[in-house]
């Protein structure tokens, strides 16, 4: 059983589909808490009423990056995490988290990287970039994290269509509904530990 934490900057829809998928028992891992660099996300509310632990953790409320890095290991150390996922977290993981739990942290990004990816590509935002590309297929990523934005390595994509009278609305919400199917689908096959990655080659065995 694995103790995850996860990391979110708004809404956290993707926290309750894998929060759904986890009281289901489909998941062998436990979410044990949410962390956000916003006061009072929307995810809070959720976890609160679930009786899972929130914290707020912004780099602004410390004096060097180093101590917003020291707290937040700590908090990780005290839930003994074994598997950090971003669900809509907008801010850079410190380099010594990302080395302190290599290839144990996932995020999920609404497009196919290394296509709209990168600092400032998120949400609406990539959408719009996709629509005004003129491209026909887009669709999610999911990827560990490294040190840098959207450049981890790739677990799964999925894809789907862009319709020619998508907006960036209409297009997020179908991208959306994939990343609710599998997103989940991915945190159970880590929680399984059938994920493993050979020489930077992500091996899924089902």
Not at 7 to 17: E, M, P, Q
Not at 143 to 149: I, K, R, S
Not at 152 to 181: C, F, M, S, W, Y
Request: aromatic share 8%.
């Amino acid at each position: 059983m694995k103790n995850i934490a996860i990391f979110a900057s708004g809404r956290g829809s993707n926290f309750n589909a894998i929060l759904k998928k986890q009281k289901n028992g489909k998941i062998n891992g436990e979410i044990v808490c949410v962390i956000s660099d916003c006061s009072q996300p929307i995810v809070f509310k959720k976890a609160e009423s679930n009786n899972i632990p929130t914290h707020t953790i912004n780099i602004k409320q410390f004096k060097t990056g180093e101590e917003y890095t020291n707290f937040l290991i700590a908090i990780l150390e005290k839930y003994k995490i074994d598997l950090i996922i971003l669900a809509g977290f907008l801010k850079l993981i410190p380099s010594p988290i990302v080395k302190k739990y290599k290839n144990k942290i996932i995020n999920i990004h609404p497009a196919l990287l290394p296509n709209f990816g990168g600092k400032g590509f998120y949400g609406k935002k990539v959408h719009k970039a996709v629509i005004e590309s003129g491209i026909k297929i887009t669709g999610i990523t999911i990827h560990f994290v490294d040190e840098h934005y959207d450049t981890g390595n790739i677990i799964l994509q999925e894809k789907i269509e862009v319709l020619p009278n998508d907006t960036d609305e209409t297009l997020a919400l179908r991208v959306l509904e994939l990343e609710h199917k599998f997103y989940p689908e991915v945190v159970k096959a880590i929680c399984d530990n059938q994920i493993k990655i050979d020489n930077k080659k992500i091996i899924w065995e089902r």
